[in-house]
């Protein structure tokens, strides 16, 4: 492709989106259905990050059971997996007391303190055996 054509499809583009962006919004808007829109958006982030979780419980209970390079890495694999749909979730925590009373209490976690101590499966299993604050 030349360089001509691709900056011809760029203004094109630009071009096209503007003029988009310009016209109003004239559709009405039915409040039940963004509710029911909304509820439903997040129940499927719920479903997600629950499922994650899950999964992520099980792959350091593995970890804890039996400490070996293939369970830690398991183990950080499943994190991985389980943090994006998490984060996603976050935006509906908005007038949780419970949880917000948590924030600085609860960190270090389990597992944050375990991540950072994972340069052999054992360190990582004791660390995840070890109580992550003492009781408030």
């Not at 390079?69 to 976050?90: D, G, H, I, M």
Request: charged letters at 20%; zero cysteines; proline letters at 6%.
């Amino acid at each position: 492709m030349s360089k001509n054509f691709i900056r011809a499809a760029a203004l094109a583009l630009m071009t096209a989106t503007s003029a988009l962006a310009l016209q109003p919004a004239n559709a009405a808007t039915d409040a039940a259905a963004v509710v029911k829109h909304y509820a439903a958006v997040a129940h499927a982030k719920y479903e997600d990050a629950l499922a994650t979780a899950e999964a992520l419980e099980k792959a350091v209970d593995a970890l804890i059971a039996g400490p070996s390079e293939e369970t830690l890495k398991a183990a950080r694999e499943a994190w991985l997996r389980a943090r994006n749909p998490y984060q996603e979730t976050e935006v509906y925590r908005f007038g949780n007391t419970i949880v917000d009373e948590w924030e600085g209490k609860v960190m270090p976690g389990r597992w944050m303190r375990a991540s950072s101590t994972m340069s052999t499966p054992a360190t990582a299993a004791r660390a995840m055996r070890t109580p992550s604050s003492p009781p408030m």
